[in-house]
Antibody
C-alpha cells in the first residue's frame, strides 16, 4: 500500500527557508498523467491550506497566496518530491502534510493519500 | 478562488443519532467535492469524493450528496469513533485553479 513520509527540520529561523522532502514507499512516482504530488499545511488549531503540487514531469502549481515563496520539485528516480518555502515567518508554523492527488480514472484530481505530517515551527 | 463555508462549526450528538454537515461553495464546483475526516492528532482521511462516492474503507453510515454549490455529509447512527473534524474540499478545474478547503465541522459525541 502506498505510503508517504515527510522529513525535514522541525525548527526554522524567521526569514529563513523551510525545506521538506516526501518519500513515496510501497510504490513509486510513476510517469503517469493520473497523479499529482502535493503539500498541504495546517497551522495549530486551524484548518487546511493547499500549498502546491507537482506533476511527474516537474510541472508545478502553487497557491497564489504563497506562489512567490514556494518551490515544489520532484525526483522520480528517488521516489521523492520536495517543498521549499522562503522568507518564513511565525505564520508559517504548521503541520505540513505531503499528499497524492489522483484522477480516479476521471478528469479531476482529488486528494486520496496523506502522509502522517511533520510539525515545523518558525522560531529564533 | 472558490470559498467553501461549512456549517455548523460544532455539532454535539449522542451515540446512535444521526448528523448532517453542510458545505456551501461560493460558485459551482459541479460534483468535484470531497469530504475528509480528521481525528485528533492524525492526518485527514478521505471519506467521500465526487460528492457522493465513498472511498475504499469508508463505512456505509457515511453518505454524501449535493451538486453545484450545496453539499451535505450525512452520518447515520453515530459511533464514538466518529468524533472528529470533518472538512470539505473542492477540486473543480484543478489544476490550474486553486484547491480550497472549508473551515471544518467538529463533531462531538455526547
Amino acid at each position: 500500500q502506498l505510503q508517504l513520509q515527510e522529513s525535514g527540520p522541525g525548527v526554522v529561523k524567521p526569514s529563513g527557508a523551510l525545506s521538506l522532502n516526501c518519500t513515496v514507499s510501497g510504490g513509486s512516482i510513476p510517469s503517469s498523467s493520473s497523479y499529482y504530488w502535493g503539500w498541504i499545511r495546517q497551522p495549530p488549531g486551524k484548518g487546511l491550506e493547499w500549498i502546491g503540487s507537482v506533476y511527474y514531469n516537474g510541472a508545478a502549481y502553487e497557491n497564489p497566496s504563497l506562489k512567490s515563496r514556494v518551490t515544489i520539485s520532484v525526483d522520480t528516480s528517488k521516489s521523492q518530491f520536495s517543498l521549499k518555502l522562503n522568507s518564513v515567518t511565525a505564520a508559517d508554523t504548521a503541520v505540513y502534510y505531503c499528499v497524492r492527488h489522483w484522477d480516479g480514472g476521471g478528469y479531476y484530481y482529488y486528494t486520496d493519500v496523506w502522509g502522517k505530517g511533520t510539525t515545523v515551527t518558525v522560531s529564533s | 478562488e472558490i470559498v467553501l463555508t461549512q456549517s455548523p462549526a460544532t455539532l454535539s450528538v449522542s451515540p446512535g443519532e444521526g448528523a448532517t454537515l453542510s458545505c456551501r461553495a461560493s460558485q459551482s464546483v459541479t460534483i468535484n467535492l470531497a469530504w475528509y475526516q480528521q481525528k485528533r492528532g492524525q492526518a485527514p482521511r478521505l471519506l467521500i469524493y465526487s460528492a457522493s462516492t465513498r472511498a475504499t474503507g469508508t463505512p456505509a453510515r457515511f453518505s454524501g450528496s449535493g451538486s453545484g454549490t450545496e453539499f451535505t455529509l450525512t452520518i447515520t447512527s453515530l459511533q464514538s469513533e466518529d468524533s472528529a473534524v470533518y472538512y470539505c474540499q473542492q477540486y473543480n478545474n484543478w489544476p490550474p485553479e486553486t484547491l480550497t478547503f472549508g473551515g471544518g465541522t467538529k463533531v462531538e459525541i455526547k
